[in-house]
Structure formats: C-alpha cells, structure tokens
C-alpha cells in the first residue's frame, strides 16, 4: 500500500500547528501584560 499526503492536509496540518503554537505563546504573555508586576513578584 502506497502512503502518500494529500497537500491540502499538510496545509490543514501546519495551519493548525502555527494557530496551537500562537495560543500557547499568546495566552500567558497577554495574561502577565495585564498583571500588577508588584502582585506577580509577591507571588514567588
């Protein structure tokens, strides 16, 4: 049996990825922008 990827699917594929990827990395960053730098250093 031949595997072979259909390139829509690498395309679904990355997309998905870079959309996981910009969640990840955007979700805590914009979280620790919106905090009191003085409450986060209370924290530790």
Known sequence: ME???DPISIVVAVG???VTVLI???LPAWRA?????MVAL???
């Open 3 to 5: 595997f072979r990827m």
């Open 16 to 18: 998905l990825m870079i």
């Open 24 to 26: 990840a990395g955007f």
């Open 33 to 37: 922008s919106n905090m009191d730098p």
């Open 42 to 44: 209370r924290a530790q």
